[in-house]
Nanobody, 126 residues
């Protein structure tokens, strides 16, 4: 069983930055694939970024160059640094964990992940 708790969301003006954190419980954190997804009202849950246990990363095209995912295995925590935010980034952001091997062609799929956090709201004002 893995529990994930996100934090760091809030209200920010366009052009600003936020850093989200996701604290994980469980023994296998260092080898788990971790992902960030987001869901805006009335829309599907979309992939944002993923990171392997060895820190390989993948990003959606919409955040590439603006967001950075990282992990601290000693703290069982994964981060999402978000820069140059726009109102289109407004959504609930979810952290997810997968015990499957890293496969960059499928880690953008929600069904690849076994555990999810409760989400943290990010609102970007114009």
């Amino acid at each position: 069983q893995v529990q994930l708790v996100e934090s760091g969301g809030g209200l920010v003006q366009a052009g600003g930055s936020l850093r989200l954190s996701c604290a994980a419980s469980g023994r296998s954190f260092s080898t788990n694939v971790m992902g960030w997804f987001r869901q805006a009202p009335g829309k599907e849950r979309d992939f944002v970024a993923g990171i392997s246990g060895s820190a390989a990363t993948k990003y959606s095209d919409s955040v590439l160059g603006r967001f950075a995912i990282s992990r601290d295995n000693a703290k069982n925590t994964v981060y999402l640094q978000m820069n140059s935010l726009t109102p289109e980034d407004t959504a609930v952001y979810y952290c997810a964990s997968s015990g499957r091997p890293w496969r960059s062609n499928v880690i953008n799929r929600p069904n690849e992940y076994d555990y999810w956090g409760q989400g943290t709201q990010v609102t970007v004002s114009a």
